[in-house]
């Protein structure tokens, strides 16, 4: 799914987020990035990711304030629905700089829901010793008598 929304321009004063139908809120603010495109991937055995295309309403950006923090994506589809996502930013790609001192900006974003059911498969044995962890996540069907092999170190 993609969506785009480029009807308006960007000014230093009086400019917010309100009346938008994709916004985003990050740890630098409300308004601060301006959403204008929003790509929207899943499947049953994907994660959950987006991809945002924002305008940076004061220029430049340090990247690393944004990856690794939640960020808050949201759609309005009309009659008063709307979609929600909550995710972490993985990366952050600077665009070409804008007029007015504007400058353009892509981010990736994992949606928070679909990275914690990818945690519960490898954090497992993240404080485990291997051997521990390979015997554990072997379980029984591991033994030689169950036409398995241990693990040996």
Sequence with gaps: MALDELDDT?????FSQVDRIIRIET????DVLFAERLDYQAGISELC?????????????????????????SLEIGEGQGMAWNGLVQGVTAGPPLSRGGRAYT???RSQ????????AWRAGAFQPFHRFARTGAGDTASPAAGGMWFRL
């Design 10 to 14: 960007l000014t230093n004063e009086g």
């Design 27 to 30: 740890v630098l603010g409300t």
């Design 49 to 73: 990711e987006l991809r945002v295309d924002v305008r940076a309403k004061d220029g430049e950006i340090d990247p690393r304030r944004l990856i690794a923090t939640l960020t808050n994506v």
């Design 107 to 109: 981010l990736m974003i």
């Design 113 to 120: 829901l679909s990275l914690l059911s990818q945690k519960s």
